[in-house]
C-alpha cells in the first residue's frame, strides 16, 4: 500500500499514454476506448489530458487552429478530447481532468510569490514536475481502479519534456504494478513499394527511452490491420513483449474502436500487466450500437450554418450529438457544413435547398452573422425544422425582432454596441446560483472576459415543445459557455409576436429556451447540450431535431 493511501480507498493505478512520429494519430480516441473497454469489465475509470501548450486552458484560443472548447459541469474551458473521454465513460468529468503547461506553471509561480518554496530556486526539476504528479496523483481522490493519463504533442516536442519526465518518475514513485505505458504511434503504408514501413514507429520509441521510458505496449495507427510478422518485429526491434503490439487501424465509425480493440486482446494484456481482476468485458451496448449505426433505417440531410467549418473539428461534440440523434430515430444523419460568411439573401436558396433541417451553432464575434440570420428566417418561414444553440438562439430572437416584431435595428451588442435596441445585451450584473451571490460582469468584448460557464439550472414551461423533449422534467441542468444574455426588457414585445421562452432560469431572469408554436420544430437554446449527448444516451434536444427533420423528409418525399 502506497504511504499516502487512505484506508478504505482503492489502489488506483495509472496508464500514460504517449503519441509519437506525428499528431493527430488518435491519442484520445484511444485513451477513451481502453477507458470504455476497463469500465465495461465492471472497474471505475478516470482519464485526464495534460496538454503541453502554454496557453492556461483553450478558452481563448481559435476554433480554426486548436479545435472546440470543450466544457465541463464545472465550467472548465478544456480540450476537446474530454468530450471524447465524457462520451466514451458516459460519465462527466472536471477540471481535475484537464492541464496545460500553463496551468502548471501558473501554479508554480504562484506558489513561488507566495514564498511557498522557502527561498529554493525554483526549477522544472522537481518543482514543475512535482506539481504535474501532484495533478495526476489527484485523480486518486476520486477513488478509481484506473487513472488513464493521455500526454498531449508528440515525443520529441520539446514542450513535452517535463510531462514525460513526470509521468518516467512515476513510475519509480508507484512501482511496476501501479503504472503502465502505452505507446500511440504510425505505421505507414508505402504503396510504391507495397508494404507498411516500421522504421518511424522504432525512432520514436527510441526517442521515449532516451527520455527514461520504456514502453509496456505499443498501438500502431495504420490502415489496415497489421500481420503477426509485423507486429513481431515491432515487438523485436522496440523490446516489447510479442503480444503487446496491437493494430489501431482506420475505421468506418469512431464507435467500433473498443469493439476492435476488444478482438485483439488489448483490455485483457491491460489487465494482466496492471494485475487486474479478471474479469470479461461486457460489451452488448456497444454492439448494439455499432449495429444500429451500421443498418439505419432512412437517411437526414442536416445544414450546420457557421463560420469555423474550414475545421470540422470546432463543432465536434455537435457533430457526435447529431450522430447521436440518428441513433435515437434510426436513420444517418449527413451533415452539411454551410459558410454563414458566405451565406446571402441571394444564394441561400440554392445553399439550404435539399436540407431536411438547419442548425445554427454557437460561436464569437460578429463575422458571419447575417448569413446565419438569413439562414434562420428561410427555416422559419419555410417549416424546416431549426435548431439554434447558444449564439444561435441569439441570432433566432435577432431575427424575429426584426421580420417578425417589427423592431427593424434590432441587434447583439456584441455585434454592434451602439444599437439603439439591444435584443441581446451583456449583462453588468447577475445572479449565480452555484455561488449564492451577486457576481459582477465585466464589459469586455473579446475572448478572455467573464462568461457564464458550466452547468446551471433551467426552468421549463409545462406544455411547450421544450418539456416534451425532456420528457416532461420541469427543471433541467445544462452546460453553458457564453458572454452575452436575452435582453429582458424585450420579452413581452416578442411573446405578443408569438416567441415563447419556455426555457429560463429559476429566477425568471435570464432566457434559457425559445421556441415557435406552429412550427414543425423550432427551438434555441442559450446553453450546450452537445457537452452532455452521449452515443448510449443521445440528448433529447438532439434526438428530437433528427426526429423533426426525419419527419420533414418523410413529408416531402409524398
Not at 506558489?111 to 514536475?129: A, C, F, N, W
Not at 474479469?279 to 452488448?284: E, G, I, M, P
Not at 435582453?487 to 416578442?494: R, S, T
Request: proline residues 5%; hydrophobic residues 35%.
Amino acid at each position: 500500500m502506497s504511504e499516502d493511501k487512505k484506508p478504505g480507498t482503492k489502489e488506483t493505478k495509472y496508464i500514460f499514454i504517449t503519441g509519437g512520429v506525428l499528431s493527430s494519430l488518435g491519442k484520445g480516441m484511444a485513451a477513451a476506448s481502453i477507458g470504455a473497454l476497463l469500465k465495461a469489465r465492471g472497474l471505475s475509470v478516470t482519464i485526464q489530458k495534460l496538454d503541453p501548450y502554454i496557453n492556461v486552458d483553450p478558452g481563448t484560443m481559435n476554433p480554426l487552429q486548436h479545435g472546440e472548447v470543450y466544457v465541463t459541469d464545472d465550467g472548465a474551458e478544456t480540450d476537446l478530447d474530454l468530450g471524447h473521454y465524457e462520451r466514451y465513460l458516459g460519465e462527466p468529468l472536471s477540471q481535475r481532468n484537464s492541464h496545460t503547461s500553463g496551468s502548471i506553471y501558473y501554479r508554480v509561480i504562484t506558489k513561488e510569490r507566495r514564498g511557498d518554496y522557502l527561498g529554493s530556486t525554483v526549477q522544472v526539476i522537481p518543482h514543475v514536475t512535482d506539481e504535474i504528479k501532484h495533478a495526476i496523483r489527484s485523480l486518486s481522490e476520486q477513488n478509481v481502479d484506473v487513472a488513464i493519463i493521455e500526454i498531449g504533442g508528440t515525443v520529441g516536442d520539446i514542450e513535452s519534456q517535463p510531462f514525460l519526465e513526470a509521468i518516467r518518475q512515476m513510475r519509480g514513485d508507484l512501482g511496476k504494478d501501479l503504472c503502465l505505458y502505452v505507446h500511440l504511434t504510425l505505421v505507414p503504408y508505402l504503396r510504391a513499394a507495397g508494404e507498411y514501413k516500421t522504421k518511424p514507429t522504432q525512432h520514436s520509441v527510441k526517442e521515449l527511452r532516451s527520455l527514461g521510458i520504456q514502453p509496456d505496449i505499443i498501438i500502431c495507427r495504420c490502415e489496415e490491420p497489421l500481420t503477426t510478422d509485423l507486429k513481431r518485429k515491432i515487438a523485436l526491434f522496440c523490446d516489447v513483449e510479442a503480444d503487446a503490439v496491437f493494430t489501431s487501424a482506420d475505421v468506418a465509425n469512431v464507435y467500433e474502436v473498443p469493439l476492435k480493440f476488444y478482438e485483439e486482446g488489448l483490455d485483457q494484456k491491460i489487465a494482466i500487466m496492471l494485475r487486474l481482476p479478471a474479469k470479461n468485458a461486457k460489451l452488448d451496448p456497444w454492439l448494439k450500437l455499432v449495429q444500429t449505426m451500421a443498418n439505419p433505417k432512412g437517411d437526414v440531410t442536416v445544414g450546420i450554418v457557421g463560420k469555423y467549418v474550414e475545421l470540422k473539428e470546432a463543432y465536434k461534440s455537435l457533430h457526435e450529438a447529431l450522430i447521436h440523434g440518428g441513433v435515437a430515430n434510426d436513420v444517418k444523419v449527413t451533415l452539411s457544413y454551410i459558410n454563414s460568411e458566405e451565406l446571402t439573401a441571394k444564394n441561400l436558396k440554392e445553399n439550404l435547398a435539399g436540407l431536411d433541417a438547419v442548425l445554427v451553432p454557437g460561436g464569437f464575434g460578429h463575422r458571419g452573422i447575417e448569413g446565419k440570420i438569413e439562414a434562420i428566417q428561410y427555416a422559419r418561414k419555410n417549416k424546416i425544422p431549426f435548431f439554434g444553440i447558444c449564439l444561435g438562439l441569439q441570432c433566432a430572437v435577432i431575427e424575429f425582432a426584426r421580420n417578425v416584431a417589427n423592431i427593424p435595428d434590432a441587434n447583439s451588442e456584441e455585434f454592434n454596441p451602439f444599437a439603439e435596441n439591444k435584443v441581446i445585451y451583456l449583462m453588468t450584473e447577475w445572479f449565480d446560483p452555484r455561488k449564492q451571490c451577486v457576481e459582477q460582469r465585466d464589459s469586455v468584448s473579446n475572448k478572455g472576459g467573464t462568461m457564464r460557464l458550466g452547468s446551471y439550472p433551467c426552468q421549463l414551461t409545462p406544455g411547450t415543445l421544450a418539456q416534451e423533449m425532456y420528457g416532461a422534467k420541469e427543471l433541467i441542468e445544462e452546460r453553458h459557455r457564453h458572454r452575452f444574455e436575452f435582453n429582458k426588457a424585450y420579452k413581452a414585445a416578442l411573446e405578443e409576436k408569438g416567441l415563447v421562452f419556455s426555457g429560463m432560469s429559476p429566477d425568471g431572469e435570464l432566457a434559457e429556451i425559445i421556441e415557435l408554436p406552429g412550427h414543425p420544430w423550432f427551438l434555441g437554446c442559450q446553453f450546450h447540450p452537445e457537452f452532455k449527448s452521449t452515443p448510449m444516451r443521445p440528448h433529447p434536444l438532439f434526438a428530437g431535431f433528427i426526429g423533426a427533420a426525419k419527419k420533414y423528409r418523410a413529408e416531402k418525399a409524398k
